[in-house]
């Protein structure tokens, strides 16, 4: 079994210090080097706006400065990375503030892109228009439904908006059988979020996830042949062996990590699988900024399913059981 090198660690850590920005830095550092959740949150509070959501480019592919729902979303999946679950923390009481008083918002809950981020930099599926979002679904609703009703008051207004979004992504689960493969991504945040917040019987999570197994099965790219382009590759709903989806995808996981392990490039780290058609200067940077993304994201990877070496480190934390 190919694991990844000590000195192949080594050079990636080397990388991340080099050209991740400070949050992305202080996310390897809370992961591999026993960096605390609080330096994390100092990052991510420069991505804060006054109105308690998210924008800055905190979404490499999107440069808005202005708070919108997805990229406050962005912040919701950090807070779950590093273990804030107390719904008294400040962030978490914030995002719920913003996401009561949001105006992007529509049938399908709040808006995947929204009009501001075509003034800026950007990805081009960020830029705003109606259809995109009708296309895009529950894709920012579904992680941000289910951390309302992890984390609100269910006596309040934002909760009982957050159970009726949840009872039509449902419903549009069981009328239409399909949904596009981001927006099934969120639908497993969703399920995870209300399965902790006991609401199994509301939303019939067995049934959930049943179907979104399926589904999963038929997203997953198997032909490693087109995984340099962007695909669906098994660690875009598989980060674990304890994940629901993995049963049954062990061999096409065990591909990807190999396919990991010899797919580095010359700088130590991983190219990205997309790039922008316009603002060639800004995509020059955010690719970077990917970069250290999908570092973290392979690492953290390689050492769950123990393809790291194991070395022992009073500093570092990298080390496997396997």
Known sequence: MSKLSIEDFQ????????????LDLARWQYHFEKGSAEQVLQALE???????GFGHALDADNWNPNSSPYTTGIAVAILHEIGIADAHHPQITGILAYLEHCEPFSEQGWLFT????SDFPHAPWYTYSEQNNIDNGFHATAGLAGFILKFADPSSGLYTRALALGDKMMDKLRKSGQLE????GGYATFLRDVESAA???????????????????????RDPAKWPVYSMRPSMYISSAASIFYKGNEEI???ELDYILHSRTGEGVWDIMWNWADYPNAFAVAENWWKANWAIHNVLLLREFGRIEVYVNPILTFTSSS
């Open 253 to 255: 996981m065990e591909k």
């Open 181 to 184: 493969s981001h927006e099934l």
């Open 199 to 221: 609401l199994n019987g509301r939303y019939n999570c067995d049934e959930l996830a049943v179907r979104l197994q399926e589904l999963v099965n038929d997203a997953i790219e």
């Open 114 to 117: 929204i009009p501001s981020n």
């Open 46 to 52: 420069a991505y804060r706006n006054r109105d308690k």
């Open 11 to 22: 050079e990636i850590r080397c990388w991340m210090y080099r050209n991740a920005r400070p």
